[in-house]
């Protein structure tokens, strides 16, 4: 679904993603972990054209995709959610919906299936996005994005900012997006949360992947453990 091959992006000078090479498959969930700074928000950027690379290509499906503008990205069925949610604030809950699937035919079935999965939308409907809960945003701000029907899902820190029960409920839903037959690629500080909902995983490290396996070796592996998880990690999730 996602191919890269030696990316590098940046901004003037400086470049953030160096030389980077991974993939997704179609019907993953792949976990991109690592620090502040990693350069995990400027590789979303990159792969969308929001931020243009310097070098490298980028296929989604089997189109090359390296210099489309971002407008363009839609055509290729990848949907990107960016960090904090970025909703129409003073519109409303169906409103933000319906702007997720203006190029959809099917939006009103799409939207209909929404409000179906997420429920507390239904109940918020006419309620304005920027008087929801963190959670709730998140919600919305996931299922505008489904309206639209997208093959590649890109996720930028989900569980930002969200009280930890929430994170947990937003997890399992973006889990419950392989049933959709939805591909993720979901970038994540919280690594615990990621790794264990995703297939596969990758760690960034300034601008580098410098480790990449299933989750589970990832979420037994003593770097990553001491890089990213923390003590009692067990505790908490388990």
């Given at each position: 679904m996602l191919r890269v091959r030696n990316l590098r992006a940046g901004y003037g000078s400086l470049d953030v993603i160096k030389g980077v090479s991974f993939h997704v498959a179609?019907?993953?969930?792949?976990?991109l972990i690592g620090a502040n700074g990693a350069g995990k928000t400027s590789l979303l950027r990159a792969l969308v054209g929001l931020l243009p690379p310097a070098g490298g290509r980028v296929w989604i499906g089997h189109r090359d995709t390296?210099?489309?503008?971002?407008?363009?990205?839609?055509?290729?069925?990848?949907?990107?959610?960016?960090?904090?949610?970025?909703?129409?604030?003073?519109?409303?809950?169906?409103d933000n919906l319906i702007l997720g699937g203006f190029h959809n035919p099917d939006r009103d079935l799409q939207i209909a299936e929404m409000l179906e999965r997420f429920p507390?939308?239904?109940?918020?409907?006419?309620?304005?996005?920027?008087?929801?809960?963190?959670?709730?945003?998140?919600?919305?701000?996931?299922?505008?994005?489904?309206?639209?029907?997208p093959s590649l899902l890109l996720l930028d820190e989900p569980s930002l900012g969200l009280a930890p029960l929430i994170v947990q409920e937003v997890f399992e839903t973006i889990r419950g997006l392989k049933d959709l037959g939805v591909t993720v690629l979901m970038v994540e500080q919280n690594a615990i949360?990621?790794?264990?909902?995703?297939?596969?995983?990758y760690v960034l490290e300034t601008g580098e992947i410098t480790l990449?396996?299933?989750?589970?070796?990832?979420?037994?592996?003593?770097e990553v453990k001491r890089a990213y998880l923390g003590k009692g990690y067990r505790e908490v999730w388990e």
């Amino acid at each position: 679904m996602l191919r890269v091959r030696n990316l590098r992006a940046g901004y003037g000078s400086l470049d953030v993603i160096k030389g980077v090479s991974f993939h997704v498959a179609a019907g993953e969930i792949v976990a991109l972990i690592g620090a502040n700074g990693a350069g995990k928000t400027s590789l979303l950027r990159a792969l969308v054209g929001l931020l243009p690379p310097a070098g490298g290509r980028v296929w989604i499906g089997h189109r090359d995709t390296t210099a489309l503008p971002p407008w363009q990205a839609i055509s290729t069925g990848t949907v990107l959610i960016p960090e904090g949610r970025q909703l129409f604030a003073d519109m409303s809950v169906m409103d933000n919906l319906i702007l997720g699937g203006f190029h959809n035919p099917d939006r009103d079935l799409q939207i209909a299936e929404m409000l179906e999965r997420f429920p507390r939308l239904r109940e918020r409907s006419r309620q304005l996005a920027g008087t929801l809960s963190g959670g709730e945003q998140q919600m919305l701000a996931l299922a505008r994005g489904l309206v639209s029907r997208p093959s590649l899902l890109l996720l930028d820190e989900p569980s930002l900012g969200l009280a930890p029960l929430i994170v947990q409920e937003v997890f399992e839903t973006i889990r419950g997006l392989k049933d959709l037959g939805v591909t993720v690629l979901m970038v994540e500080q919280n690594a615990i949360g990621a790794l264990r909902i995703a297939d596969r995983g990758y760690v960034l490290e300034t601008g580098e992947i410098t480790l990449e396996g299933d989750s589970a070796d990832l979420l037994a592996n003593p770097e990553v453990k001491r890089a990213y998880l923390g003590k009692g990690y067990r505790e908490v999730w388990e």
